[in-house]
């Protein structure tokens, strides 16, 4: 059952525990060097090992596929808010003139290359294609690789909806590993991108620096603030989350008694009829809880020690205060599963408290913003004294002669 805490206690949720990576690295480098070492002969292994592949070649060829009328058209309904809203996060070019003579700006270039991971697990997740391909399709990414081990019909469709790229049938430590270094048929990619299990994240982890990531995802999460509401709304969002994963956890902080206790009880009743609800039940019962706070600035505070994943609010005016949060959920008609598959923004978002750090993934992952500067002639002679002379407390005698020998 759903558990009632005070905010007293809030700090076992607090210092909830890490994402437990180190025996999973330990698993997954060994697999990480055979395929850096080996290329397709052990991407080829592993596959037929952990996922039950049984083809010569993780290259899928072209195949059309047919799907419901009624799923192709929420794809392009989906497809077309996530598309609106990376436009909007794209990074603009800039050139300004000073009036010293300097001339600076940026530019902005794609990446060449990028590899969207798509678990294949409990549940396929064809919308997690649509957040990881899109993004990179605004930013101009001219060779997008997907890869996922066991691709429903509805993956299958949603990347011939997409159009373009190319799909490998593998998963795990593998893939990740493949995207990384390249194979005779996988090719090497620039970033990797996409959720997945904990051999996934370790291997992220441990090739971060050889390949571009978004970052080690964990369990997902939802912290909910509200002193008032419906408890039938609140338990559903809460149930939402917690039936991806038996490690994920949903987390409501209120002021109101009554409200936490209608909540539990309503938790308890949805989940009778509730498909998922082995999953959800033990998501509810180890990793979730309803805390008790004096106010709604102790909400907010404890929300933002917590970083969430996803964060719902009653209304706008607690967003003055909010730090840290992949992405926030304002109102009672923004529901979570609205962010999942089709409001626009992206699904793709940091857990485990690294919303402190950055939010979800978005078309700027996928290009570079790139200085430019031009120095008139008169621009540089007022600089190189400060040029000339920071070189040389650094020693570096050959950078101030490079200034002198312009203005001299």
Known sequence: MLRIIQSSEADELITRKAVRLSEAEAVVAPILEAIRTRGDAALLEYARKFDGFEGTSVKMAATHTSARPEFIEALRVAAENIREYACLQMPRESVAAFPDGRRLGHIVRPLDSMGAYIPAGRYPLPSTLLMTVIPAQVAGVARICVACPRPSPETLATFEFLGGGRMFQMGGAQAIAAFAFGTETVPRVDRIVGPGNIYVAAAK??????????????????????????????????????????????????????????????????????????????????????????????????????????????????????????????????????????????????TSGAARIR?????????????????????????????????????????ARSVEVRVG
Do not use: W
């Open 205 to 350: 982890k441990l090739l971060a620096g050889e390949v571009g990531i978004d970052f080690v995802a964990g369990p997902t999460e939802i912290v909910i603030i509200a002193q008032e509401g419906d408890p039938r709304h609140l338990a559903a969002d809460m149930l939402a989350q917690a039936e991806h994963d038996v490690e994920a956890s949903a987390i409501l902080l209120t002021t109101s008694a009554a409200l936490a206790e209608a909540v539990v009880l309503e938790v308890e009743r949805q989940l009778q009829t509730l498909s998922t609800a082995a999953v959800a039940r033990e998501a509810i019962r180890k990793n979730s809880a309803v805390v008790l706070v004096r106010s709604l600035d102790e909400a907010v505070e404890i929300s933002n020690r917590l970083a969430p994943e996803h964060l719902a609010i009653a209304d706008a005016g607690l967003l003055a205060g909010i730090r840290n949060a992949g992405s926030v959920f304002i109102g009672p008609s923004s529901p979570e599963a609205a962010g999942d598959y089709a409001s626009g923004p992206n699904h793709v978002l940091p």
């Open 359 to 399: 939010g979800g993934l978005s078309a700027a992952d996928f290009v570079k913003v790139i200085s430019i500067q031009e120095l008139s002639h008169e621009a540089l002679c007022r600089l190189a004294p400060a040029i000339t002379t920071l070189a040389r407390a650094e020693g570096l005698e050959a950078h």
